[in-house]
């Protein structure tokens, strides 16, 4: 079953394009990395699929009334907000919002996604602390935490491991695969490449407001398309650890 | 949160039994409630039903508006040091209020000044969707408030100035201190019904405030647009400030403080904040009534000036322990 599909998505901001007919389409099961230079257009593309900006093409995410998109697809934001001192619990229980009917409050079923949201996040200790007052990598997995919470069978997360210290890292893109493994779907922008290789079932390249690849990602990331997008050069093997991914250096423009 | 429901509910219940008895008319607590319930038609009825029950009813109608308004302003733009105000409904509301006194209306027409204000309040919240749109964007909004203020207190000021004998600028200057004293019952029929419906339309915003702690994407992602919420924010404070400050003049400082002091309380959630501060507002407005006649009895104290006088300094408090917690 498809969580998103996109065709011919083209995003035009301020008379300049940034998305040039995108086409896209995640299965259920998957962890997509989204991939790209800076200004590549991955924030444009999940705001555009979403239906957070005007666009042209088809989402059908964006197509859904926003009471019925909010339950099919949680989106976490790259800019970390957290405007009031509220407890990481009450923080992550916010992600219930869009399952609770008009006048409904919080039931055991909610408790019990929040609950799980905080536990995947190893954010238990923190729960009654207040959420402003918190590192900026444990408000980042706070913020991760709500996005689990609303329990939705599509995720999308724009630098969501971005700032957290490496171990977090690496468990918070376990976390996404092990959403993929209980048949639901993540899409997660990224600019680590070597988590992206190790943790993402296919990664989609960005460049110019286009698709340049889509794939596994030993078949995305080829020398010529790493020099092409990134201008970098870098050592890719599979080893008894699995794939390694590893930047070497920035190659001359031509 | 129900304990805090209950402990805000008893103290608007006391301070508005409280406001029923402190008068110059000299009568016993119980004495004052026995004519206002059961009518015995002695001037102390004429006292309880005609001046004192207005009074205290006016003071709930007018803190609930401006605290459940100062809490969905403080909640719509993230920021604890916004108040109702800013939106210069309450500017163009006194305005309206000023230019009938300017013009006589207020004199010839017993309702003239409140339905003058009410006329500036719509004009202002008129002007303020035409300059900031409906399409969201706080900013906006607030650049096109402060304008919309400036303006107001422009021509207010211009009312004064060409104000046709000193007794009408006194008369400007008193009805701008913001005061319930003299109000009469129509005052309470005028302003009850349109503080009820923006309170309720603000209220319906809990939700969209919640999401909002999030940031406007993250929130517009939940369900809940910038621009639904905005269209809510303007109209639900325009019909509860514009009624208020139609029929109290303008009572500044609650709208600030009492979300402020009230935030700790609810676990810093805006949706639980609006109705915390709408009884908060309540008994803080009851309070200063009552302190207006207890302090100055003989000198007819403005209720706006003891709000100013007690809620600045409460503010510069609670900015320093937010600094403190900051730091």
Redesign the interface.
């Given at each position: 079953m498809t969580a998103l599909a996109l065709r011919n998505l083209s995003v035009t901001l301020r008379g300049r394009d940034v998305l040039r007919d995108v086409s896209l389409s995640v299965a259920q099961g998957e962890v997509v990395g989204l991939i790209g230079p800076n200004g590549a257009g991955k924030t444009t593309l999940m705001r555009a699929a979403l239906g957070l900006i005007p666009f042209a093409g088809e989402s059908d995410l964006a197509a859904c009334p926003p009471s019925e998109r909010a339950r099919r697809a949680a989106w976490l934001p790259q800019a970390r907000e957290i405007a009031w001192p509220m407890t990481v619990e009450r923080l992550v229980t916010l992600g219930r919002l869009p399952h609770l009917g008009p006048g409904q409050s919080v039931g055991p079923e909610d408790r019990a996604a929040v609950d799980r949201a905080l536990d995947r996040l190893g954010l238990d200790p923190f729960r009654d602390r207040a959420a402003t007052r918190l590192s900026g990598g444990e408000q980042a997995r706070a913020l991760i935490a709500r996005a689990l919470a609303q329990e939705t069978p599509l995720l999308l997360a724009d630098e969501p491991i971005a700032g957290l210290d490496p171990a977090h890292q690496i468990g918070a893109m376990q976390t996404f695969a092990a959403l993929a493994g209980e048949g639901r779907a993540v899409v997660v922008s990224l600019h680590d490449l070597g988590l992206a290789v190790r943790h993402c079932t296919r990664l989609v390249l960005l460049g110019g407001g286009r698709v340049v690849a889509d794939g596994p990602p030993g078949e995305v990331l080829t020398p010529a398309r790493l020099a092409e997008v990134f201008r970098i050069r870098a050592f890719h093997a599979d080893s008894e650890y699995g794939p390694v991914w590893q930047a070497l250096d920035v190659l001359e423009e031509a | 949160m129900s304990r805090l429901a209950l402990a805000l509910g008893a103290l608007v219940a006391a301070l508005f039994l409280a406001s029923l008895v402190v008068g110059p008319a000299e009568a016993g607590a119980g004495q004052s409630l026995r004519a206002l319930v059961l009518g015995d038609g002695t001037p102390l009825t004429l006292v309880m039903r005609e001046i004192r029950l207005p009074r205290a009813l006016l003071a709930v109608t007018v803190g609930v508006a401006l605290g459940v308004s100062g809490a969905a302003m403080q909640g719509y733009l993230?920021n604890p040091l916004a108040e109702p105000g800013l939106l210069g409904v309450s500017g163009s509301a006194a305005l309206g209020a000023v230019v009938a006194i300017h013009t006589g209306l207020a004199a010839a027409q017993p309702l003239g000044l409140p339905l003058a204000a009410l006329l500036g309040a719509g004009i202002g919240v008129g002007l303020l969707a035409a300059l900031a749109g409906t399409r969201g964007g706080s900013l906006t909004l607030i650049l096109a408030g402060i304008a919309l203020s400036a303006l107001a207190g422009a021509l207010t000021s211009l009312a004064l100035n060409l104000s046709p004998n000193p007794f009408a600028a006194n008369e400007i200057v008193f009805w701008m201190m913001g005061s319930l004293a003299d109000r009469s019952m129509t005052h309470v029929w005028l302003a009850a019904p349109l503080v009820a419906v923006g309170g309720a339309v603000l209220v319906t915003l809990g939700?969209g405030l919640?999401?909002?702690?999030?940031?406007e994407?993250?929130a517009?992602?939940?369900?809940?647009?910038m621009g639904r919420l905005q269209v809510a924010l303007v109209v639900g404070t325009a019909l509860a400030v514009g009624a208020a400050t139609a029929v109290a003049g303008a009572i500044g400082f609650v709208g600030l403080v009492v979300p402020h002091l009230l935030?700790r309380l609810v676990?810093?959630?805006?949706s639980r904040l609006l109705w915390a501060s709408a009884l908060g507002g309540a008994a803080m407005v009851l309070a200063a009534d009552i302190a207006v006649r207890v302090v100055l009895p003989e000198r007819d104290l403005k209720l706006g000036v003891l709000t100013a006088i007690v809620g600045a300094p409460l503010f510069l408090h609670l900015v320093y322990r937010t600094r403190r917690d900051l730091g």
């Open positions: - | 993230r939700r919640d999401a909002l702690t999030l940031g994407d993250a517009a992602a939940m369900g809940y647009g935030r676990g810093a959630q805006p």
